[in-house]
């Protein structure tokens, strides 16, 4: 058994996309995934399952959200590995880094498109993009940003969800100590 996070886009914001968490759990486990657990209330799951390939764990999951609660949610699948690489490679060192936002790429983004948001950046906020994050910090906060995750997805053409420092500490130790579990 691999173990995987999983996190669903957009789910629980606002009164938008309900989805419970118990309910979520639930329905994994239905697919034959083993120890699904869930991190908040935002659409973080750590999972096992026999399946190797990502592209179809993804689809699995979506399928299943779209069947049983009736809306579409984009799925991202990462393996402890790569989301630990993802935390590890932050630009950002410090309070700076622990004050910051990772808005995971669901796909390659274009590189001139790239290049023209880089442009972007102010003095209070500041960003890099890889090809698999946007790491994002804001002097003024999150809330107060016009860099926010619709952003960039709207101006790189690729959807995104993003996590703050503490989720994102929070999923890997939750999946390397479901991986050790196992």
């Known amino acids: 058994m691999q173990t995987y996070i999983a996190l669903l886009r957009g789910i629980n914001v606002s009164g938008q996309k309900k989805v419970p968490m118990a ?17 908040i209330q935002s659409g973080n799951v750590i999972f096992q399952a026999s399946e190797t390939d990502i592209p179809t ?22 393996t402890p590995k790569e989301l ?9 060192e410090g309070q700076k880094k622990e004050n910051s936002y990772f808005m995971l790429l669901y796909a390659q983004p274009n590189a001139s498109l790239v290049e023209t948001v880089m442009e972007l950046s102010n003095d209070n906020e500041s960003f890099v993009i890889t090809n698999h994050c946007v790491y994002f910090f804001s002097a003024l906060g999150y809330g107060r940003t016009k860099f926010s995750n619709n952003f960039f997805e709207q101006k790189l053409k690729v959807t995104a969800t993003a996590r703050n420092y503490k989720t994102m500490l929070k999923l890997i130790a939750m999946s390397f100590e479901t991986e050790k579990a196992h």
């Open 23 to 39: 309910e979520l759990r639930e329905l994994l486990s239905g697919l034959g995934f083993q120890k699904v657990q869930t991190y």
């Open 84 to 92: 630990q690489h993802i935390f590890d490679v932050c630009p950002f």
């Open 57 to 78: 764990l993804e689809l699995k999951i979506h399928q299943a959200i779209k069947n049983h609660f009736g809306f579409e949610v984009p799925i991202l699948i990462k």
